[in-house]
């Protein structure tokens, strides 16, 4: 009973697990039954964790940043939300559910992505950033915590399947859904439409360049771009 009781609490206190559409609820790993065979105890928030997210959050997030188009359907909200580390989780503790698609094919894409919409939109602006600044600045505008900051906006967060690891930390697996949206918009509509959602999302956002512009000898470096690009030398005056 106390069990249960906990199991109910913790479906409510998560905003992405609904009780109204599960088949069964409580789940049969929740009702205490006395077997000769030790099992290990139910935790109702490794469930919780298992759960599909309600239908309409998943419709909710597709509208609310513009993509419903894109995201016409649950499963593919519910793929680019996915962690490539949860079919880990979902075999550990819930074997017998359906296997569930992944972002694992789309996030990589989409991270190469990012990183080419980023380096081309601040070399354009920049064009003679040393290249270690350059690297710097693409980190600083689609990096990881970023892209993770980027989800949390989105109301990613909730939605998010994923497994903690020594190898995924939380932010590693939130980074991968703006990733995977990226991909997405690429192979359904357009290179474009993808370089203008990472504008809007990513692109548009300020970033300190000062201090990533760091020189030893700032003299040397003076003279060799100007060597680089045949200017005129400086005169003091």
């Not at 913790?10 to 088949?23: D, E, G, N």
């Amino acid at each position: 009973m106390a069990a249960q009781k906990r199991l109910v609490s913790t479906a409510a206190k998560i905003a992405s697990v609904s009780t109204a559409y599960l088949p069964r609820f409580p789940p049969r790993e929740a009702i205490f039954k006395h077997s000769e065979i030790p099992k290990p105890p139910f935790a109702p928030e490794t469930w919780a964790s298992t759960r599909p997210p309600p239908p309409s959050a998943l419709s909710a997030f597709a509208h609310r940043i513009g993509l419903a188009s894109v995201l016409s359907t649950s499963d593919s909200v519910l793929r680019v939300c996915t962690h490539s580390s949860f079919p880990t989780l979902q075999q550990q503790f819930a074997p017998d559910e359906r296997k569930v698609q992944t972002n694992a094919q789309l996030a990589p894409l989409g991270n190469a992505l990012l990183g080419l919409f980023a380096t081309e939109f601040i070399h354009t602006a920049y064009p003679h950033l040393p290249t270690r600044v350059l690297k710097a600045a693409v980190s600083a505008q689609v990096g990881t915590q970023t892209c993770a900051a980027v989800a949390q906006e989105m109301g990613a967060a909730p939605l998010l399947r994923w497994h903690r690891s020594d190898d995924v930390s939380h932010s590693d697996a939130l980074a991968s859904v703006p990733r995977a949206i990226t991909a997405l918009i690429y192979e359904k509509l357009s290179l474009l439409s993808a370089r203008q959602f990472v504008h809007s999302y990513f692109l548009s956002r300020e970033i300190d360049l000062r201090g990533m512009i760091k020189f030893r000898h700032p003299k040397i470096a003076l003279l060799e771009m100007i060597k680089k690009l045949n200017r005129e030398y400086p005169k003091s005056r």
